[in-house]
């Protein structure tokens, strides 16, 4: 079987479905400690008596503690085994949100929420590498990394969902019930992935096609990430990093914005807190319908057009709201058309990329730090940024957006075309395998 020629066609999830589900959580519970967290601070400082001070050190913690579980925690798993790490690292994600609803006072509560951030971290790199890993072509793989961007939406849904939901309830009992649902997810992932057969014949089944062409899946033995992006030989590797890397952290400059501060804009806009949230509610439907047509063409030959039609918008988009101003509506109609382009344009083609063109063996450790570095970056932007969409700021900020869009896009063409010079990974081992 050609996986040059699988490439071509479009996939279905098939049997293959549960393993998506499975991974999907550990996606969804990324984005959902995100948002959960994000739109309950509130709820947490009055219940918890925490300063301002003490709101921006919990904040801050978590991006910084998936950002390390990101970069480290890749690299371990590619050392421990990624099966390992994929099976047990939502038992720790559990504990640390379980920490945060019984946490009684601002330390316990930071102590949790770091957990859970490097548990979170750790299990996105890992739980792709392992669902690119067991699908058995290429065309196969981008659906099912594709397909995990849903969950990741999903999760930003459900959370705005639950945090409106339990707004009205005093203290800090509606933000400790919307760490207790990430829990239960979180143990349902664990429970899942560690006692199913039909996952761990996946997985044995992908290391047999790998051993029947001499290829190893680098579970547990030495390697070095540095020797293939910088080794005699390799420079494909290196250009294809650079150009994901500067693709997805101009992307994710962007779309943190959006994600941590959507609801503040708005509220900067003259919108009521309630219309705010029911906005919010609103454009992230947007963005999840995207989400889910796009992970049903990833697969096939219009992927690249989908990519520069939603690079397009996005840029449209902010020069919408650049154009317009800080007026209510504009912002909200320039949010509503990045929500379009976003998904077509962002994290999905990057993971897509990250597995496709790397070695199973290095493939958690250069998406960790792929991941890792462009969430410093956000976490340091993120200290200018409530600055930035003031009203009387936001025009002159989306002008600046409009570059980093544009940055985002002109990289993101740079490596389909390295692709297309280059090859995949499946290209690499169908060669092998000729």
Not at 305 to 334: D, Q
Request: proline content about 2%; glycine content about 12%; some cysteine.
């Amino acid at each position: 079987m050609s996986v040059t020629k699988d490439a071509g066609q479009q996939a279905k999830l098939g049997k293959y479905a549960p393993l998506v589900v499975a991974a999907g959580i550990g996606s969804m519970l990324g984005s959902g400690i995100i948002v959960g967290l994000a739109s309950t601070i509130t709820v947490w400082q009055s219940g918890l008596g925490m300063t301002a001070g003490q709101v921006g050190i919990v904040s801050g913690a978590l991006t910084f503690a998936i950002a390390f579980g990101s970069i480290f925690g890749g690299r371990f798993a590619d050392a421990v085994g990624r099966v390992k790490v994929f099976n047990w690292i939502n038992l720790l994600y559990a504990i640390g949100a379980l920490i945060c609803v019984f946490a009684p006072n601002y330390v316990v509560l930071l102590v949790g929420v770091v957990i859970a951030g490097v548990a979170s971290g750790t299990d996105l790199p890992v739980s792709l590498a392992v669902v690119s890993h067991d699908a058995p072509d290429s065309a196969t793989q981008a659906k099912l990394v594709s397909s995990t961007q849903v969950f990741w939406q999903a999760g930003i849904f459900i959370s705005y969902i639950c945090a409106f939901v339990v707004s009205a309830m005093s203290g800090a009992m509606g933000a400790r019930i919307v760490f207790v649902i990430l829990t239960v997810f979180a143990a349902i992932a664990w429970i899942w992935r560690t006692t199913s057969k039909t996952f761990q014949n996946f997985h044995d089944e992908a290391d047999k096609r790998l051993a029947e062409i001499g290829e190893s899946s680098g579970d547990s033995e030495k390697f070095s990430v540095f020797s293939l992006l910088f080794g005699k030989g390799n420079g494909k590797y290196l250009a294809f990093f650079i150009a994901i890397f500067v693709f997805y952290a101009a992307w994710n400059l962007l779309a943190n914005t959006w994600g941590q501060f959507q609801t503040y804009m708005l509220v900067q806009a003259n919108a009521s807190q309630s219309l705010a949230t029911g906005l919010g509610i609103v454009l992230n439907v947007i963005a999840f319908l995207t989400s889910m047509f796009f992970a049903s063409v990833a697969s096939g030959k219009h992927r690249n057009t989908g990519f520069v039609i939603g690079g397009v918008i996005e840029i449209v988009a902010v020069a919408i709201m650049a154009i317009g101003g800080g007026g209510l509506w504009i912002i909200v109609a320039g949010i509503a058309l990045y929500n379009i382009g976003s998904p077509m344009a962002g994290e999905a083609m990057y993971k897509v990329w990250t597995q496709e063109s790397y070695p199973v063996k290095a493939r958690a450790t250069v998406q960790g730090i792929i991941n890792g570095a462009s969430r410093v970056l956000c976490a340091l932007f993120a200290l200018i940024t409530p600055t930035l969409v003031l009203p009387e700021n936001i025009k002159g900020t989306m002008w600046g957006f409009v570059g980093i869009a544009s940055v985002s896009l002109i990289f993101g063409l740079i490596m389909i075309a390295l692709q297309k010079k280059h090859g995949t990974d499946a290209d690499r081992l169908a060669g092998i395998n000729d």
